[in-house]
């Protein structure tokens, strides 16, 4: 049966102001009542607009499932309000786990963590032993889980495998009439996931997602540490231990391919085959940064910003991948960029998005 899904828009709480106004804190605390009797209920982090449901509730966190079409092997991010709430959800962590949350938190950083059996749904962690909290970086974020006084489940609030969503129509477009209400604070931040990282012991990061903090801002931070990164053959063969390791993600309804290599040739390269394909009659587009957005022939060149600017590519990568849909675009290409900083996660999601095709020019 479709719900009726509500929309409280309210207003970002201004850095001077003590509340919310009025009208805000009343949707807030509606929508917060939602989530407490097992409602779902997307909201906006720092990140990207997340589809809430009391991580308690087996029943609750089934409706993520169920309204996203996610396959239920894919664990779900926990999201708390304060460190105070981990002591009932996880068993004590490494020290290093308590180091990142006091540099990065709130934030865009994931920490996978033993979980306590019989707090959280089997859900949320696909029956793992860990589950991956974190804290959001948005005040709305953070008064809507204090409010309804529960852990929160989180996934991105999409529909399964499609871009995620940045502002709530995004939202609204993929899932009206599957869940119960939308959280409307306007365009997230950073545009891209968090940040998933799993310990070994108090002297390794193992990064499992790249996201909003970068592998260099954690090399910056605990020079001490190792940082590791998963392989991409590990994480897909097998059973995820974190969002975003082994399905296609991303994705927006054309095919995606990303093109590396030389500026000169990829434009040559994407030009010629956008006119072949066009001579068949099928809708192109180009993801290209500002440098060379001018010299593409597709029929829609979207900028993505400087080359140099990534987080400003970052902010706009999934509102780009939607505009493909919404003007019918059948096959696309994007220029690759150099994985560093937030590069990293650009490129991660690039990949995901176009399902591995990479065109590698330089081979």
């Not at 540099?103 to 793992?128: E, H």
Request: glycine letters at 10%; one cysteine or more; aromatic letters at 6%.
């Amino acid at each position: 049966m479709a719900l009726n899904t509500k929309v409280w828009i309210i207003q970002d709480k201004k850095a001077e102001e003590s509340g919310w106004t009025p009208t805000s804190e009343i949707a807030l605390r509606e929508a917060a009542d939602r989530l407490r009797l097992g409602g779902l209920v997307a909201f906006p982090t720092e990140t990207v607009y997340g589809l809430g449901a009391n991580a308690c509730s087996t029943e609750a966190v089934a409706g993520i499932y169920q309204a996203k079409g996610r396959p239920s092997d894919n664990p779900l991010i926990v999201h708390v309000a304060s460190e105070a709430d981990l002591d009932e959800l996880v068993f004590p962590y490494p020290s290093l786990a308590g180091r990142l949350m006091e540099r990065f938190w709130p934030g865009p950083l994931t920490i996978v963590l033993p979980v306590r059996p019989g707090v959280l749904s089997p859900l949320v962690t696909a029956n793992l032993s860990t589950v991956g909290i974190r804290m959001p970086d948005h005040p709305a974020a953070l008064e809507l889980i204090q409010l309804a006084g529960c852990p929160v489940a989180a996934p991105s609030a999409n529909r399964s495998g499609r871009p995620s969503p940045t502002v709530a129509d995004h939202v609204l477009e993929d899932l009206n009439g599957r869940i119960d209400g939308i959280v409307d604070g306007g365009a997230t931040g950073v545009g891209l996931e968090s940040t998933v990282v799993e310990l070994e012991g108090e002297c390794a990061i193992r990064i499992l997602r790249p996201g909003g903090v970068t592998a260099e801002a954690l090399r910056l931070a605990f020079p001490d540490a190792e940082i590791l990164y998963e392989s991409e053959e590990s994480s897909m063969s097998e059973q995820p231990r974190s969002p975003g390791m082994k399905y296609t993600h991303y994705a927006p309804k054309g095919e995606l391919a990303v093109v590396q290599g030389q500026p000169d040739a990829v434009v040559a390269y994407v030009n010629e085959q956008a006119r072949q394909y066009k001579e068949n009659g099928v809708a192109t587009g180009v993801l290209s940064f500002s440098e060379r957005v001018c010299r593409y022939e597709a029929d829609l060149v979207l900028d993505l910003g400087g080359q140099s600017r990534l987080e400003e590519a970052a902010q706009r990568l999934y509102g780009a991948l939607r505009q493909f849909d919404e003007a019918g675009v059948s096959r696309i290409w994007a220029e690759a960029c150099v994985p560093e900083g937030i590069g990293g996660a650009l490129m991660n999601r690039l990949v995901k998005a176009a399902g591995g095709r990479i065109i590698d020019l330089d081979k």
